[in-house]
């Protein structure tokens, strides 16, 4: 059976209604994984439910991670946040390390999973760190913007088999202090952390960039979304 990947949702604003944009969903297809979307709660028996009949999570962009969380003040007009969607996420992710599940982070999922577990962000980098490269493209989202330098031994240099590739790049906040827990595995030339993991579970990987976009076209893309669909079978 192909593994089940439980995808947190997406969050309007105005519609006050989850949403989900569909490359996610394809990209983890492709991968030969399929998907649900969560509901949007905070209900600790049903995220417990959900997980368990899951064999991996996927953490995807969205809002902005509500700065309390890494102990700071918000910049004034500066984040777009959700804190609904941080609780529940939260407390899958939590779930999903109590069983051991695999976890994939994706722009948001990143910065989310680095500030829970005691990193910090830069909460907007035009104004906090301001540099030459572009973070934040304009369409198509599928079209490198720029280059990581990815570390020697670290399980997306053993994937990819590159100290650099090229990425697309759509995100105003980024780690900023890394959490203790993670090791870094790329960079950007501002010395932006563009991925980390876990070295402590199975397969607990997070990018700043966008696979999701560029997976058709871009075989490194591809490659993460297979490496995370094979971890959920072993």
């Known amino acids: 059976m192909k593994p089940l990947v439980g995808v947190i949702p997406l969050w309007d604003d105005e519609k006050e209604s989850i949403w989900m944009l569909p490359a996610y969903l ?17 209900d600790k028996e049903e995220i417990a439910r959900l997980v368990s009949m899951c064999d991996g999570i996927l953490l995807p962009g969205g809002h902005d991670v509500t700065p309390s969380i890494y102990g700071e003040e918000p910049l004034e007009g500066k984040s777009v946040c959700c804190f609904e969607r941080d609780e ?67 399980p997306l240099y053993e994937l990819l088999g590159s100290e650099r590739i090229s990425v697309n790049s759509y995100h105003h906040q980024a780690v900023k202090d890394v959490a203790p827990e ?13 991925a980390v993991y876990l070295p402590s579970k199975r397969f607990v990987w997070a990018l700043q960039w966008h696979p999701e976009f560029s997976y058709k076209v871009d075989p490194n893309s591809k490659k993460i979304f297979r490496a995370f669909s094979d971890s959920m079978k072993k």
Do not use: W
Request: charged share 20%; hydrophobic share 35%; aromatic share 6%.
């Open 88 to 154: 529940m996420e939260r407390m899958v992710f939590e779930e999903a390390m109590r069983q051991d599940k695999p976890v994939l982070g994706i722009c948001r999922g990143i910065q989310f999973l680095n500030a829970i577990l005691g990193g910090t962000l830069y909460q907007d980098l035009p104004t906090q760190h301001p540099s030459s490269v572009e973070h934040h493209q304009t369409p198509p989202y599928d079209v490198p913007v720029h280059e990581v330098s990815i570390r020697k031994g670290s």
């Open 182 to 194: 993670f090791s870094v595995m790329a960079e950007a030339d501002d010395g932006i952390v563009e």
């Open 26 to 42: 394809d990209g983890l297809k492709e991968a030969g994984a399929s998907s649900i979307i969560f509901p949007m709660t905070q």
